[in-house]
């Protein structure tokens, strides 16, 4: 299976850059999922790598060789669309096949590939339905089994779930990682949602305004987001972000949130009196019976199935969401205390909106809390 | 539909029978003239009772107009043949080389691809007459005057505008993610033309077809100049009617009818497209 790496990639429509120089790699055999918010050029890069849309300037090598002038139906990709694209005047047998015919393969080896990625996608019995006969979830399907049709090497899945409904989403979710495991293709996964990019990629390459903001495994990204932007991204509740100026005493250095100590990462020296955003995500918060909390006002409580989101403000009115699993107990409403643990602060400059990365990155609970 | 009250139900079957009875009348009433002699047409006042006859239809067949004043040949049969040949022809081949480029134009926006298209389409604006001089005296020079190709030809100025840009639009109304997902499959551009652009814009290409058959089979002009007695058409040839010893009514409405036969067969049977074609090319899907 090839590797695919994107060099320096740029696309413009009308003079405005839609992709601006983009490079990035996917190994042989690996899923990465390619996330970014609508408008970020995800569905350009695809058109590129597939050969729809010819950058104006960049590279794209898959297995090493130069696509530059190598026609879409050379590349050797197998493609899922995000509106389907079915054939509507062919059968979804024929819609299925067309991957093999295109090898010119005997009938019964044509029918016999349909039949196997169709068993597989749980499709064989609406085989010969044309595609408006097909409930969303089939037409999905059937587009899915088009592109693993003819076992590609390079697979290039742009958001196949995005068109259907909530529960087939969730059950693919769980059945695409096998279903890709099985084919040993290397993937592009493109996605609007980060649970999906975070539960389906190896590794999360973040596009945003036409470039590559951050490549991480989903933990790094999470962990340890490059920006404001990608920390807001990934993350339901999002992330909650408060302006601070990180301080230091002999303990260590903290951020001031309400007159209380925020014991924070000892490597953020350097961030000691410049403008800060301190991100706290929201399972990072908890209530604390301790006295030296962050005194706060309970304003909601949204109750989830999983889990409960609690909005609190505090005494200099700024909102914060605290998450806790459902069922803990917890000050329903008036007067509380919050505390954060500190090995999960994240330190953002205001200036730049990067993440202010602590010297001794990834350092133990004992050195930040010190 | 449902919710009309029983007046409101009535009135619209009288608008629609109105509307019906104008647009039919005259076919009807030519129908009825071809079964007439010119005795009974002309007669005052004219009545709807009459003996049929079918002398008219039996005279054009069988080439021989027989007035009461003389009896002369004409070569009505021939003209059918012309006009079924000139305008098969014509628009065969403007589907031929009109399919293709309006797929280029929708798909391919190159350099000046505007103007050539609009000045494809500008053949239309231009009075056939102002065309037409200038032409016939090339056709003399090359000798395509007076040839079935040459006819072929110049209706190409009729056929080739209206098929280029009708199904320049129904190629433009198919999703371009189609294409790409066939070729992506790994079919060559041809083969993804052939499958998927050809067969998605079928209605619109048979609604163009039958359109600019239409246009081609009623031309009078070109065929008039450009042609002689033995490559006219049906409009042309019908002029033979009008003899020096008067107006033979009852054989041109039997000639009309037979003119009309064909195209209006076509018509009927291709409804369903053309309806279907015209309406589908004007809502994105």
Known sequence: ?370 | MDHMSPIERWLRGIALTVVVLFFMFPIFWIVLMSLQTNETILRSPPSMVFEPTFGNYVAIIAGRLDSNVASMGIAFMDNLWNSILLSVGSVAVALLLGVPAAYAFARHKFRGSEEVAFTLLSFRFAPPLLVLLPLSLYFQQIGLANTYLGLIWVYQLICLPLILWIVRGYFEDISPDLEHAYRIAGHSWLSTFRRIALPLAGPGIAAAGLLAFIFAWNNFIFALVLASADKQPVTVGALAFVTASGIQYGQIAAAIVLSIAPTLALALYAQRYLVEGLSLGAVKG
């Open chain 1, 1 to 370: 299976m090839p590797e695919l790496r994107i060099e320096d990639l740029t696309k413009r429509f009308k003079g405005e850059a839609v992709l601006d120089g983009v490079s990035l790699t996917v190994e042989d055999g690996e899923t990465l999922t390619l996330f970014g918010p609508s408008g970020a050029g995800k569905t350009v890069l695809l058109r590129c790598i597939a050969g729809a849309v010819d950058p104006e300037d960049g590279r794209i090598l898959i297995g090493g060789e130069d696509m530059q002038d190598v026609a879409p139906e050379h590349r050797g990709i197998g493609m899922a669309f995000q509106n389907f694209a079915l054939f509507p005047h062919m059968t979804a047998f024929d819609n299925i096949a067309s991957p093999l015919t295109a090898q010119r393969r005997s009938r019964d080896a044509v029918r016999e590939g349909v039949e196997r990625v169709a068993k597989l996608l749980k499709i064989d019995h609406v085989l010969s339905h044309a595609p408006r006969a097909l409930s969303n979830g089939q037409k999905q399907r059937t587009a899915l089994a088009r592109a693993l049709a003819a076992s590609p090497g390079l697979l290039l899945l742009d958001d196949p779930l995005r068109n259907v409904d909530a529960k087939l989403r969730f059950e693919m979710r769980l059945e695409l990682p096998r279903l890709l495991a099985d084919q040993g293709a290397t993937v592009i996964y493109v996605t609007q949602d980060y649970k999906e990019a975070m539960a389906l990629g190896d590794r999360i390459a973040v596009l945003s305004d036409g470039k590559i903001a951050q490549v991480g495994t989903p933990e790094e990204i999470y962990r340890r987001p490059a920006s404001i932007e990608i920390a807001r991204l990934f993350g339901d509740p999002t992330i909650n972000l408060l302006d601070v100026v990180p301080e230091k005493d002999g303990a260590g250095v903290f951020a001031r949130l309400s007159n209380q100590r925020v014991p924070l990462h000892g490597g953020l020296e350097a961030a000691v009196g410049r403008d800060c955003v301190l991100g706290l995500r929201p399972e990072a918060l908890r209530f604390s019976a301790n006295e030296d909390g962050i005194p706060v006002m309970i304003e909601a409580e949204t109750p989830f199935n999983e889990k409960t989101v609690t909005l609190v403000v505090t005494a200099r009115g700024r909102e914060i969401l605290i998450s806790r699993p459902a069922g803990t107990p917890a000050p329903a409403s008036g007067a509380a205390q919050i505390a954060a643990d500190a090995t999960d602060a994240l330190l953002f400059d205001r200036a730049t909106q990067a993440r202010i990365v602590p010297d001794r990155d990834g350092g133990s609970t004992s050195e930040a809390a010190a």
